[in-house]
């Protein structure tokens, strides 16, 4: 199985274009935000734009390299 990641800041259209390629190749698309649990969801969101990158680098990386 192959996975496509489009990565790009906040209103770029990654959403647009990754459904319109996942459509156009009939295979199932997965809008990264689900992985967040709704309380992390918050958190990103009532966080201020400058911190907001750093804190979802934390959120995916450090759990990684701990393990």
């Known amino acids: 199985m192959k996975i496509i990641a489009f990565i790009g ?35 990103i969101e009532n966080d201020s734009p400058e911190n907001k990158d750093q804190l979802q680098i934390d959120l995916v990386y450090k759990p990684l390299l701990s393990e």
Do not use: C, L, M, W
Not at 19 to 38: C, E, L, R, W
């Open 9 to 43: 800041p906040e209103g770029s259209g990654k959403t647009t274009i990754a459904s319109t390629v996942a459509k156009h190749f009939n295979v199932p698309f997965i809008d990264g935000d689900s992985f967040y649990s709704p309380d992390i969801r918050q958190r």
